[in-house]
């Protein structure tokens, strides 16, 4: 059975020692300095992993890693991960949070083994494989991104575009009304084909 990312992420720390000659630890007193110096050059997550594989021939795994661990932008950092959830749907976003709630609940549905793994800016849901993401992207939506792969979008389930790479359609929603029998069917057929 695959294993969750909370999971792979703690084999990740474990190895990092013998794949990459450090601790995870010391990488992060390196990009940490690294970010004194140079501040706006390594403010974002990719500016961090374009670092640490350029500088230091890390993998891009391990960059990613030691990125999220650095801007403490994964599950695992933050002291409660309902922190991050309040977070996204806070201040200009509160009026989205039942739109969250009500993806929630119908995905609770579908079964025990629904991982719901909340990031800094969406929350990824997983089987043995992410097959979906809930992100508040403005202040009057919020998108699902779904991984249907082989489905021909439409003017609702469309292509993910530049949206997020980690998924093949995206679906706005603006309204709980919008969390209805179809949106739950894609997301269903997805937790399925996870």
């Known amino acids: 059975m695959a294993k969750s990312p909370d999971e792979m992420a703690a084999a990740m720390i474990e ?3 013998e794949k990459t000659g450090k601790s995870l630890e ?3 007193k390196i990009t940490r300095a690294a970010q004194k110096k140079a501040p706006t050059d390594l403010a974002k997550h990719g500016q961090i992993v374009k670092y640490l594989k350029t500088e230091h021939g890390m993998t891009h795994g391990f960059a990613n890693l030691v990125a999220h661990k650095t801007l403490e932008s994964d599950a695992g950092s933050a002291a409660d ?15 989205l949070r039942p739109i969250y709630d009500a993806i929630m609940k119908s ?7 629904v991982e719901i793994t909340p990031k800094k800016a969406y929350v990824s849901l997983r089987r043995s494989k992410q097959f979906a993401i809930v992100q508040p992207s403005t202040k009057t939506r919020v998108d699902v991104g779904i991984n249907c792969k082989g489905r021909e979008p439409t003017d609702r389930l469309e292509a993910s575009g530049s949206f ?3 998924v093949s359609h995206r679906v706005r929603i603006e309204d709980v009304k919008q969390v209805d029998k179809q949106l739950v069917g894609w997301l269903r057929d997805a937790y399925n084909d996870a």
């Not at 991960?81 to 201040?91: F, N, P, R, T, V």
């Not at 995905?107 to 083994?113: E, L, M, N, Q, R």
Request: hydrophobic content about 40%; charged content about 20%; proline content about 6%.
């Open 15 to 17: 190895n990092m020692p």
């Open 26 to 28: 010391q990488w992060l």
């Open 81 to 95: 991960s309902g922190d991050l959830i309040e977070a996204q749907y806070a201040g200009p976003k509160a009026e």
């Open 107 to 113: 995905v609770a549905s579908f079964g025990k083994d």
């Open 164 to 166: 997020n790479s980690m």
